[in-house]
């Protein structure tokens, strides 16, 4: 049997292999150390993570997961050393090269993709996790979310019996893997003036996982997110223990609301719009205090709290900006349009779609996306990507005039178009999927209006 080379023969192998990936001009030495050390050593995730002082955090979600995870860093960054996976590397790879790069952490602070959640955490041993929800998104490598959900029960049941387990309690998915747990605390939104009036019809877990009744609904936020009751068996939303309350908009700029805890309250102006990112900033605050953040530092973090790469980031490109949020899948992408059409619905847009691995190979979930909000402000609409004309195909279907859909399937020269058309001082918003957004920004970092995104890696 061959016995496992040294962990530091290991770890040199791997940095020298990322170190020429980089002089190489290869965005890939973000992850290809992990890669190359994962391959070496199965193992050497789990003892790289040995030496983490405070042991590590896990941060899980089908949607905002990235944000939420940077929302902690800044919470709890000023006063620990932190192995943070801010460029959003989220497989075991991603993890291991953060590993690898910041030694001298004290705390793991991992966003984790939801598939590789349940093998993560049996590597990493955490002290605490966030679920922050399930959507279904990338069916052809997911599959439906109660197959998600069943390896979530599996890995939760794995965890150290001291682990402390954050849940959102607004999914009812989440919640019921998260009751079994003594540990467990529960975050939600308690403002019913920020509700839907309805479910909306792409609503995903609708029906209770007890006994397979609709659930009725108190008030309904993001997606099937809200609070719930099932009318035959009794299960319901459980009791809040981190919520928020009061929540006003003002518009694409920031979300104020009321931060309640067991700590107190404090009114938080999160500087980004969208009720999705009130969420991840319950999510975000839910798990700094399980890992000893007090409430002062919780608020003042979100206070600071800047937008992640990709998204709602705004980014100047000469006398026009660009606003990018990514949409990956119908509730986020719902999500996005009813932020911006709630602040002023915009008269020129750029949407792209790509159906590369990370995306999903399948992109008939833009049917299930309610783009017709934006249709009746849009003067042009740019479509681009690898998919432009589905995109446009699903624009014309949704109402929109096929001569005020511009098709640019090259993403930099759609840009270019988009901000042509976009007067001078204005923003044009670009609801990009994952590959796309990654090219985009690529796009803008060659023209050195913002850092490569691995750089903050």
């Known amino acids: ?35 190359i050390l994962a391959t070496i050593d199965p193992s050497a995730v789990t003892r790289l993570a040995r030496n983490l002082r405070l042991g590590s955090a896990l941060v899980s979600a089908t949607n905002g997961k990235t944000t ?8 709890l960054g000023r006063r620990l050393r932190l192995a943070h996976n801010r460029a959003g590397a989220n497989l075991v790879s991603g993890v291991a ?89 529960f975050f939600g939104l308690d403002d019913r003036s920020a509700a839907r009036e309805r479910l909306p019809h792409a609503a995903d877990a609708k029906y209770c996982v007890v006994c397979g009744t609709p659930y009725t609904y108190a008030a309904a936020y993001v997606g099937h997110l809200g609070d719930y009751r099932c009318p ?7 009791p809040l223990d981190v919520a928020a309350r009061s929540i006003t908009h003002d518009g694409l700029v920031s979300t104020s609301f009321t931060l309640a805890s067991a700590d107190g309250e404090r009114r938080i102006t999160l500087p980004l719009p969208g009720l999705y990112n009130v969420y991840n900033a319950l999510a975000a605050a839910s798990l700094s205090f399980a890992l000893g953040a007090t409430l002062d530092e919780v608020a003042a973090g979100l206070g600071r709290f800047r937008a992640a790469f990709g998204r709602l980031e705004r980014i ?25 059409v709630t602040a002023a619905s915009p008269r020129i847009a750029l949407v792209a779609l790509n159906d590369e691995i990370a995306d999903g190979r399948d992109v008939s979930w833009i049917w299930d996306v309610d783009f017709e909000p934006l249709i009746p402000g849009l003067e042009t609409l740019v479509v681009s990507g690898g998919r432009a004309h589905e995109l446009a195909l699903r624009f014309k279907y949704g109402g929109l005039e096929p001569d005020r859909i511009v098709i640019v399937p090259d993403l930099e ?18 609801l990009p999927t994952y590959t796309a957004m990654l090219a985009l920004r690529r796009i803008v970092s060659r023209r050195g209006l913002v850092r490569p995104y691995w750089e903050a890696a």
């Open 97 to 185: 090269s953060t590993l690898l790069a910041q030694r001298t952490a004290e705390l793991g602070l991992f966003e984790v993709d939801e598939g590789a959640f349940p093998d993560l955490a049996r590597r990493l041993r955490p002290r605490a996790v966030c679920l922050g929800n399930l959507f279904r998104d990338q069916l052809d490598r997911y599959g439906e979310l109660e197959l998600v959900a069943d390896r979530w029960r599996g890995a939760l049941s794995e965890l150290d019996p001291g682990a402390a387990v954050v849940a959102n309690a607004d999914d009812a998915l989440v919640a019921n893997l998260a009751g079994g747990h003594a540990s467990a605390t």
């Open 413 to 430: 020269d759609a840009l270019d178009r988009a901000l042509a058309l976009t007067d001078p001082g204005g923003e044009v918003p670009v």
């Open 232 to 238: 035959s068996c009794g299960n319901a939303r459980p």
């Open 1 to 35: 049997m061959r016995l496992p080379l040294p962990l530091s023969v290991e770890v040199a192998a791997a940095r020298l292999a990322g170190g020429l990936s980089r002089l190489a001009g290869q965005g890939g030495g973000t992850t290809l150390p992990g890669k």
């Open 316 to 340: 100047e490109i000469g006398d026009r900006s660009a606003l990018m949020l990514l949409i990956k899948n119908p509730a986020g992408a719902n999500e996005a349009v009813r932020t911006l």
């Open 68 to 75: 939420t995870a940077a929302m902690v860093a800044e919470i």
